[in-house]
């Protein structure tokens, strides 16, 4: 069971992300929903590259040459700073909401209708 | 007569141009507006002959691809890496250059038309960086050969969009509209990084011709082929997922509308490119075949009945991209569906597949057009209602003209390149099944209905007297318009020469995936 | 709202400790973890520090805004023509032309475990810089703009 344990972590930080997304109704926590879900994925990326006995792939003062996979690294580090750019984006959109609106709660945020 | 540089270098340049343009623009703005309009209209145009040349020299010669970062540009496989192709490498096959024309034409007529359209605004240097950013991220997306970099592309161009939708702040609604549009594209984003997490882990490589080579469909390609036509189909604006379309192509800037239309198509190409290339048959063909044909379907129902009854002409311009989405997805669908029949892929599988990428074409010329003649149209009169316009064709004759060559070539009428598209559907899709041709043909009628009333209501009638100080638009504008209306009416003339030169290699490149693996691992 | 004068002054003596790190963390991104956008959001939490210990209206007029716009279009530049160099010479697009060359960080790289030397790696170490400019610049502008909303009594 440990073994499968940071995939197990991956999956209750996906449907957390994804309940969080889909049902609650404050635009803020919409956005925190958001960052958990590239969390999870990130954390899934990472977790692919890991081989078992090998150390953190830097050659610098390196004890040993056995390490673990350094592509999912450069992946999950883009997708950080695109998961804080999005951040930003989403936390700008929702101060100009709240300033015309004067509310930040998703169901009264209606004026575009049919 | 064509410098080396660019024979060598032009897929990497139409990247690069529009990425340099953009980030010198802020500066260039600071001290001249009319130099920043200058640089602007520079960028585009460098940017369109880039993707023309790229596209003229794909046709002639073949499939080009080109390695960032190696000693050669064609050195895909370098001598010291076992046999894998290690970094990231643009594929421009038939298929890509296609998508490179159409961004080159439309990206330079919305630029040509924004330049006046959009000269009053305040926070300029903003709006022209996100605007070249949103080029360079759709030619991006449609150049390249590696998955994380279709996922990179497809981000920048989804954060471009939603600054740009919620430019015009207009009293929050704008800003509804981006904030739609940009949850549901970064939930698309996640998705598809969780397919490149699932793809990587199993077989060890990001580039998609190796990972069509090492592909077996196991348990968790399925999972990652739902989540990929999910998240792809999301962002194109198809039904069951097409709820921020209405929205966000109504309150966004009219320039900005046109693009998005295009970045909707790149999404639908990197559809098509991850079904047709990295699964071809080891997927059931006929499963998701009519998966893509029932999305199809129902886009082009539910857009055009909701596209009916609206009051808002962009709006309702909106729900007709949904619908004509449709019918690409209709006919590409069909073509997938009989991928693993060799004798009916013969007979209209391959026509089928060319209607449905000949519409995407004819799509973004004339749906560009409608736009753009839209934002004419509320640039002058100031408001959205239809039932407030009235009586608009005695002062503006010529956007008068170019809205009915949009919408006649909407809803098919022959002398126009819709018709010449939709025919080789219906008559594809009729030898697959009768009832999906019908119900093609029912929407069209239904379009043609829709866009007849809105003629009548903006166009029609007594000269009303609030508009008494309407005249024509400016130059730059129909300027804009008039390259999209006479490439509309050019493609309908001559739709045989435009099959036969663009449309058919583009399906041909499409349905030959060993080709595309034998371009970068040389020919194993 | 002004934080507690203790607050106060170890935000003041603490901040060119940050950007000192920070500073360290892009220059070493090539042989230790670290790089460009890691040491740029750290530089830029070293400007936020001293902003919300201080109140954002008497720190407002100190902040020079054009330095920041500078230094956030100077940095993409330097990116996209440390890319566009190599073109000039005949390579690729992102073509390493620095590395092993002998000039500018041009030493060749040690092979397995080393102690790590600062001068090798080519334009990487370039990029590092242009990328933690560009970061620090960009994100102490997305705290300003966002601060700038906030009303005077602090909400």
């Known amino acids: 069971m440990f073994a499968n344990l940071p995939y197990l972590a991956v999956a209750t930080l996906t449907v957390i992300g994804l309940s969080t997304v889909l049902l609650k109704r404050n635009l803020v926590k919409v956005t925190m929903g958001l960052n958990i879900l590239t969390s999870a994925v990130n954390l899934l990326i990472i977790v692919l590259g890991y081989r078992e006995g090998g150390i953190a792939p830097i050659y610098t003062l390196a004890p040993q040459t056995y390490m673990v996979l350094p592509t999912p690294q450069a992946l999950c580090l883009t997708s950080i700073v695109i998961g804080v750019a999005t951040t930003a984006l989403l936390l700008s959109f929702t101060m100009v909401i709240y300033r015309k609106y004067g509310t930040v709660n998703v169901d009264e945020i209606r004026e575009l209708r049919e | 007569m064509i410098p080396q540089f660019l024979w060598d270098h032009a897929p990497a340049m139409a990247v690069a141009v529009p990425l340099l343009a953009a980030f010198v623009c802020p500066l260039v703005g600071k001290y001249t507006a009319t130099g920043r309009k200058a640089w602007v209209l520079l960028a585009a145009a460098a940017t369109s002959a880039l993707a023309l040349f790229t596209a003229w020299r794909v046709y002639t010669l073949g499939t080009w691809v080109y390695v960032f970062g190696a000693t050669v540009p064609a050195l895909s496989v370098p001598p010291d890496s076992g046999g894998i192709p290690i970094r990231i490498i643009f594929e421009v096959d038939a298929m890509s250059a296609l998508m490179q024309v159409i961004v080159a034409i439309v990206g330079f007529s919305v630029i040509l038309y924004s330049l006046s359209a959009d000269g009053k605004r305040s926070g300029l240097e903003a709006y022209y960086t996100l605007f070249l950013l949103l080029i360079a991220s759709i030619v991006g997306m449609v150049s390249t050969g590696d998955l994380f970099n279709f996922f990179v592309f497809f981000e920048i161009s989804g954060l471009a969009s939603a600054g740009l939708i919620a430019y015009r702040v207009e009293a929050g609604r704008a800003v509804e509209a981006g904030l739609k549009y940009f949850v549901v594209s970064t939930l698309g984003g996640i998705f598809m990084l969780f397919v490149i997490a699932i793809l990587y882990g199993q077989y060890n490589a990001l580039n998609i011709a190796m990972l069509a080579e090492r592909m077996q469909f196991t348990v968790l390609d399925k999972i990652a082929l739902v989540l990929i036509i999910g998240a792809l189909a999301t962002k194109a604006g198809a039904v069951p997922m097409h709820f921020w379309t209405p929205d966000a192509y109504a309150l966004a800037p009219s320039s900005v509308t046109a693009l998005l239309v295009v970045a909707s198509q790149a999404s639908l190409y990197g559809l098509f490119r991850f079904t047709f290339t990295l699964y071809h048959l080891s997927l059931n063909a006929a499963t998701v075949g009519w998966v893509l044909i029932l999305l199809g379907v129902f886009s082009m129902f539910v857009g055009v009945t909701m596209a009916i009854p609206q009051k808002d002409v962009k709006r309702l311009m909106a729900y007709h991209a949904i619908s004509q989405t449709g019918y690409m997805l209709l006919g590409v669908g069909t073509g997938l569906a009989v991928l693993g029949n060799q004798g009916m892929l013969d007979a209209f599988g391959r026509m089928a597949i060319a209607g449905g990428i000949f519409h995407i074409i004819n799509h973004a010329l004339y749906k560009g057009l409608l736009f753009l003649t839209a934002g004419a149209i509320i640039y002058r009169v100031g408001t959205r209602d239809m039932n407030r316009m009235g009586g608009l064709g005695h002062k503006m004759k010529w956007t008068m003209i170019f809205f009915m060559i949009g919408a006649l070539a909407i809803a098919g009428i022959p002398p126009f390149n819709g018709f010449a598209s939709k025919l080789m559907i219906y008559e594809s899709v009729y030898l697959f099944n009768p009832v999906l041709a019908i119900i093609a043909m029912v929407v069209s009628i239904l379009t043609l209905a829709s866009f007849v009333k809105v003629f009548h209501s903006i166009f029609m009638g007594p000269q009303l007297p609030e508009y008494e100080h309407v005249k024509e638009v400016p130059a730059p504008m129909l300027l804009g318009m008039g390259i999209l209306a006479l490439l509309v009416i050019l493609f309908g003339l001559f739709p045989q020469q435009v099959v036969d030169l663009l449309i058919t290699p583009a399906a041909n490149a499409l349905l030959d995936q060993s080709g595309y693996i034998a371009s970068i691992l040389g020919g194993a | ?155």
């Open chain 3, 1 to 155: 709202m002004q934080m507690s004068k203790i607050v106060r002054l170890s935000a003041d003596i603490m901040y060119p400790f940050v950007v000192i790190f920070g500073l360290y963390v892009i220059m070493h991104g090539h042989i230790t973890p670290g790089g460009g956008f890691q040491g740029g959001a750290v530089v830029a939490t070293g400007a936020a520090l001293v902003i919300v210990a201080h109140a954002f209206h008497d720190v407002k007029a100190m902040i020079p805004k054009i330095l920041l716009y500078l230094q956030e279009s100077g940095g993409l530049l330097l990116f996209i023509g440390a890319g566009l160099a190599g073109m000039l010479l005949g390579f690729p697009f992102f073509f390493n032309w620095l590395a092993n060359s002998g000039s500018l960080f041009g030493m060749p790289v040690p092979i397995g475990p080393n102690p790590g030397e600062l001068n090798t790696a080519g334009f990487l170490p370039l990029m590092n810089i242009a990328v933690g400019i560009e970061v620090w610049g960009g994100l102490t502008l997305v705290i300003l703009y966002m601060l700038s909303g906030v009303g005077k009594e602090g909400y």
